[in-house]
């Protein structure tokens, strides 16, 4: 007999919010660093520090599908998940996969590399006047050239790792018919009534995690100057 499916919530609107926020976020620190809006740049990042700070704490004591320890798996769990990739199979994945956690892992490291390295960066290195993250001038200028350069080498780093996700999304749409979109849109998936709906975090830890993150990147911002 065929198994009923169901409407399961697989991600909770902290994760979506989460996500789609930083897809603007990230198209406004490309926008915002070429027309020189530095302003708006350090805002912008400020917001991104913010999530990410909620984020890391959510992968700890969020929602399931958002929690580190459920979805990273092994290496080469990742490998055997990948080898399937063309592999035409019903859709039961609750959260992240195998190989897809490790993308996550990976976008995450970055923007918070790029937060990091931002806060020592400087717009014209050796130049006080220029607009600088608020420990730029402590370091020095040499320290600070050299964390600006990584600052601009990570956000290349980062656009190829944008690509990758985009390109794996895809992947999963045409290979496998897999749409991996509308629940990060929507929160819901079909999934076989034998799978257990994922647990969801409580809201007001959500949003203590975001009030801890808002609070930090305002301390931040009135450091230094
Ligand atoms: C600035 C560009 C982007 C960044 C930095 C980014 C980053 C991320 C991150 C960090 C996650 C993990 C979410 C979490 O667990 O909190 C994720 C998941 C996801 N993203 Fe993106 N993303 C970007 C653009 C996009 C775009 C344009 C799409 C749609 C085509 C997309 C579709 C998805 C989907 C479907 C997932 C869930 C994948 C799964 O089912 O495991 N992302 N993304």
């Known amino acids: 007999m065929n198994e009923a499916w169901l409407k399961v919530k697989v991600w909770d609107g902290w994760v979506r919010l989460f996500h789609w926020s930083i897809v603007l976020l990230v198209i ?27 984020r890391l704490g959510w992968g ?7 929690r580190f320890a459920r979805f990273l ?41 790029q937060v990091a390295t931002g806060l020592f960066a400087n717009e014209e290195p050796g130049e006080s006047y220029a607009a600088h993250g608020p420990f730029a001038l402590q370091v020095g200028d040499a320290l600070s050239a050299g964390l600006t350069e990584l600052h601009e080498l990570g ?15 895809l992947a999963y749409a045409v290979l496998k018919r897999h ?36 609070g930090l990147a305002w301390w931040l911002s009135t450091q230094g100057g």
């Open 28 to 54: 406004a620190q490309y926008v915002t660093a070429e027309l020189s809006l530095m302003a708006w740049h350090f805002r912008c990042g400020y917001l991104v520090l913010a999530l990410l700070v909620f």
């Open 60 to 66: 700890l004591v969020g929602s399931d599908t958002a």
């Open 73 to 113: 798996k092994s290496p080469l769990e990742a490998l055997a998940h990948l080898k399937h990739l063309t592999r035409r199979e019903p859709d039961t994945e609750v959260g992240h996969n195998a190989a897809g956690g490790w993308m996550v892992l990976g976008l995450l490291a970055l923007l918070l590399a």
């Open 155 to 169: 956000f290349n780093l980062l656009l190829v790792a944008i690509g990758l996700h985009v390109a794996a999304v």
């Open 179 to 214: 749409d991996l979109v509308r629940p990060m849109v929507t929160g819901f998936k079909q999934l076989p009534a034998s799978i257990p709906a994922p647990r969801l975090g409580h809201p007001l830890l959500a949003v203590a995690l975001l009030a801890l993150g808002l």
